[in-house]
């Protein structure tokens, strides 16, 4: 199917692009269909990954895998996106050999897939719990005595039996509450790497593995450091669990997007097959099935309408709130509501390629992938936690050497201290949790963002170019105006105009039909009688309807024919100069009116560009079309720079020329004719209505076809990098400030050291904070418009 571009007057492909995404969803679909062998692309659920670390690890190890093309990790999910040709065991057994336990779901669908990760993450989350339960249980009784009664010292027989026994009971805290951490580290070690698991058992292994000397042989320790630390293995390893776990529901909310646009697409569908209903699940309905949709029913898959009148609410699609009216031809998204009629339409895409599925597999996608500065998180982790086993060392040496006594009992609570403030599990939760809120928050207005790359850039845009046509503009000559100059009024005028029209595929004609059939008067074109049809090149056309002789067209031909315009030419100038397309309509030689077509401004795109003109960019409109449309439209918009005359070809050099100035160029236009200049860009937005999305022209696709959506883009984009950055910021600066602070560098002044027991209670909630900052996105709305 093809339309002709109003500017250029040349037909637009959209058979070409609809094709080539066709194409694009085939092969997803037979990728996410492949066995287990091989896969073009799979997901693996990570079991063991504590930090940001690990993050950089996993990949690694996937990526060093033959066939392996990517593989992106989303920390926050602990799950895994690998894309290439590999055998699935070939995965698991990377990812085991980098120390972690790797996983396929088993999930037939992302419904079923999502409903498995919750069940995981809850059952966690209890033996989280469970072990919390157990290790605060002995570590909060100890805390209190040691806070109460006094020193946790060993002199007596007596003192040593009883710690024993403590210390027995606090080993089987750490067996059974602290295991992962200790098997992780061993992992970790055993693969020449170091992570979060590292740090949390060398910091409770050797506060316990001193406190049994001291216990054993406290002899060999001076009498002043006969001190044991059971209560901080205790309370550290519980407080680390109640933080993991907080934070494990805390994550479990930022996958509502993705839940809400799943729970669209209805269970069943009604189908019609050999003259029968049959009500059958969604995964059996065929290509080219019919199905029928009642009142308030949702609609089960793509498809068009082939009976029936209804109005279709696409909100949750496309974030519209009005209601679309649908009819026959028209196109149906899954997921989307009818509101009235009782419809039949042909299932056009089902399964994995509806517009739905890929919605869904795209914020998948992009909450998966990391923005730059996320991956600057994973670089400082990486180097972060050897660096940090440096400085505890280093620490204990000091108070070893230069310490007051008992040196040795400083040197373990400071390198204690040291190791367990400093893990960077907050860090690595930064960037992923606020890219999944923001995806999510976006999909839900109707925003597709497609990499995290997008995401932060598109917050940086300086300059702004629109395309007119179809984007500023309706993209559609409407008739705008009809100047009634005779006897006739202008409902007989419309419809003598369109049934002298009906016959044409001119864009100005259709404009006139439709105007027409918008008032009612279908019937009457239809039954109206035309003859002796002429078309006169360049002046307009004429011919018989009813008995009545018409003449249709320019100034010219009603001059040719002598009939007397009066003032009626400076009121057509006036149109003109509105970027209206003035034509005059004669019947039976005597002047009747005059009809003037126009591609409109859409309602609400004066109001966007103003939103983005107030947020400090820079907007700019390219067209195709004539200077004095262009500079109409432009004035109209409120846009005071414009380029026209520009053909498709040259619309990638204006993008340039801009960047040359030292613009971040944002580049919004159908995604087709504009694909150059959108892939030029440093942002391209594709404007798209309905289900003919144009997804993989543009980084950013904007699902409805209103500017709103361009700046509710840019201002979730603004707010999510604006989130990350919070995030970075707490997570960082707590773990670079909160080490002196652990390594004593307060003592020598004010006498005070920092406990490991509070250490571990920081470290821990300082994950929670993370995630909860990020939640705070949820809240987020873009201006009101």
Request: aromatic share 6%.
């Amino acid at each position: 199917m093809s339309s002709v571009n109003t500017e250029s007057g040349k037909p637009e492909c959209h058979g070409d692009a609809e094709s080539r995404i066709h194409h694009h969803r085939h092969n997803n679909a037979s990728g996410h269909q492949a066995n287990t062998d091989s896969t073009e692309h799979q997901d693996l659920i990570i079991e063991g990954a504590g930090c940001a670390s690990c993050v950089g690890k996993i990949e690694s190890a996937l990526k060093q895998v033959t066939g392996v093309t990517a593989a992106e990790m989303n920390f926050a999910q602990r799950t895994v996106s690998v894309t290439g040709n590999a055998a699935v065991a070939e995965l698991i057994n990377a990812v085991e050999k980098a120390g972690y336990n790797a996983k396929v779901s088993t999930a037939e669908n992302d419904e079923d897939a999502l409903d498995e990760k919750e069940k995981a993450d809850w059952a966690y989350y209890k033996k989280l719990m469970r072990e919390m339960t157990i290790a605060l249980s002995l570590g909060v009784p100890l805390m209190i005595y040691s806070v109460t009664v006094g020193e946790m010292t060993v002199g007596t027989t007596g003192e040593r039996i009883a710690w024993l026994i403590v210390g027995l009971l606090t080993l089987g805290v750490m067996v059974f509450s602290g295991k992962h951490f200790f098997v992780g580290a061993w992992q970790s070690f055993k693969n020449h790497s170091a992570n979060m698991d590292t740090l949390i058992a060398l910091g409770t292994g050797t506060a316990w593995v001193y406190s049994m000397v001291v216990v054993f042989v406290p002899e060999m320790v001076p009498e002043m450091a006969r001190h044991v630390y059971f209560e901080a293995s205790a309370m550290i390893i519980g407080l680390i669990d109640l933080g993991l776990a907080l934070e494990l529901k805390a994550r479990g909310r930022t996958s509502e997007a993705i839940k809400r646009l799943i729970g669209l697409q209805p269970k069943t569908a009604r189908v019609v097959r050999d003259n029968k209903e049959l009500d059958i699940a969604i995964d059996q309905v065929l290509l080219n099935d019919v199905v029928r949709v009642r009142p308030g029913e949702k609609i089960p898959v793509d498809g068009e309408v082939i009976e029936g009148h209804t109005a279709i609410d696409e909100s949750m699609l496309t974030g519209e709130p009005m209601p679309v009216e649908k009819a026959v031809g028209d196109t149906l998204a899954a997921g989307t509501i009818n509101k009235t009629g009782s419809i039949l339409f042909k299932a056009t895409r089902v399964g994995k390629d509806t517009a739905l599925a890929q919605i869904i597999n795209m914020v998948k996608r992009a909450q998966n992938s990391k923005p730059p500065i996320g991956r600057l998180a994973d670089v400082i982790s990486a180097y972060f936690v050897p660096v940090v086993m440096i400085i505890a060392v280093s620490s204990a040496l000091v108070w070893l050497n230069f310490g007051p006594d008992p040196a040795v009992a400083y040197a373990i609570v400071s390198a204690t201290t040291v190791l367990i403030i400093a893990c960077p599990c907050a860090l690595g939760l930064a960037t992923p949790m606020s890219v999944m809120v923001g995806v999510g928050k976006a999909a839900e207005a109707g925003v597709l963002i497609r990499n995290g790359e997008a995401l932060q850039t598109a917050s940086k845009i300086t300059a702004m170019i629109l395309d007119k046509t179809g984007t500023i503009t309706l993209g559609a000559p409407k008739v705008t105006d009809v100047i009634i100059a005779g006897k006739y009024d202008e409902q007989t005028v419309l419809q003598l105009a369109a049934t002298l029209e009906s016959g044409s595929e001119h864009p100005l004609a259709m404009a006139i039909v439709e105007s027409a059939q918008e008032r009612n008067l279908q019937r009457d074109i239809e039954t109206g009688k035309v003859s002796n049809f002429n078309a006169i090149a360049g002046h307009g056309v004429e011919a018989e309807v009813d008995g009545k002789t018409l003449l249709f067209g320019n100034e010219k031909l009603m001059r040719e024919r002598g009939i007397d315009l009066g003032n009626f030419v400076e009121k057509a100038q006036v149109l003109a100069a509105d970027a209206k397309t003035p034509m005059y309509f004669a019947i039976d030689n005597i002047f009747a009116a005059i009809i003037a077509v126009a591609d409109p401004i859409k309602d609400d795109s004066i109001a966007a560009i103003k939103r983005l003109q107030h947020s400090g960019i820079r907007v700019v409109m390219l067209t195709g079309d004539n200077r004095d449309t262009a500079k109409a439209v432009a004035n109209k918009a409120g846009i005071t720079e414009f380029f026209a005359e520009v053909l498709p070809e040259e619309k990638s050099k204006k993008v340039q020329e801009l960047q040359m100035q030292g613009e971040i160029v944002g580049m919004t236009g159908d995604g087709i004719n504009d694909a150059p200049a959108l892939a030029i860009a440093n942002v391209g937005f594709a404007i798209g209505t309905g289900t003919d999305v144009a997804i993989e022209s543009a980084d950013i696709t904007l699902m409805r076809g209103s500017l709103h959506g361009l700046a509710d883009a840019i201002a979730v984009s603004k707010a999510t990098l604006r989130n990350i950055k919070q995030n970075l910021f707490g997570a960082f600066i707590y773990n670079a400030a909160g080490v002196p602070f652990a390594a004593g560098v307060l003592y020598p002044f004010f006498g005070l050291l920092l406990s490991p027991v509070i250490a571990g209670a920081a470290m821990a909630f300082s994950s929670l904070t993370v995630v909860s900052n990020a939640n705070r996105l949820r809240l987020f709305k873009a201006q009101e418009h």
